[in-house]
């Protein structure tokens, strides 16, 4: 059974700090690209990191020098780090992994964590 388990979300002022963890099981860690997304109240579910089985990195360009995103194979877990929050990055905050195969695209998502950022 496949289970992805984000943590770290809170509450946060503005300017702060928050660092995401999503732990994997039931998966090869390693061969999957990991990413994290968000959603707000109101609008569509977005992209804000990702990281290729091969630790290359993709920003949306919103969070570009404000948020990083790594991965530990050992560990089987990938994280978000946030810095300088801002109001407008709240959101629930989910968790995916992909493995894309000769055949079929295997998509597995953690069920988020809350992230408010407010003074």
């Known amino acids: 059974q496949v289970q992805l388990v984000e943590s770290g979300g809170g509450l946060v002022q503005p300017g702060g700090s928050l660092r995401l963890s999503c732990a994997a099981s039931?998966?090869?860690?390693?061969?999957?690209?990991m990413g994290w997304y968000r959603q707000a109240p109101g609008k569509q579910r977005e992209l804000v990191a990702a990281?290729?089985?091969?630790?290359?990195?993709n920003l949306y360009d919103s969070v570009k020098g404000r948020f990083t995103i790594s991965r530990d194979n050992a560990k089987n877990t990938v994280y978000l780090q946030m810095n300088s929050l801002k109001p407008e990055d709240t959101a629930v905050y989910y968790c995916?992994?992909?493995?894309?195969?000769?055949?079929?695209?295997?998509?597995?998502w953690g069920k988020g964590t809350l992230v408010t950022v407010s003074s």
């Open positions: 995916n992994a992909r493995h894309i195969g000769s055949y079929s695209t295997l998509d597995y």
């Open positions: 039931g998966i090869t860690f390693s061969l999957y690209a």
């Open positions: 990281i290729t089985s091969i630790g290359t990195t």
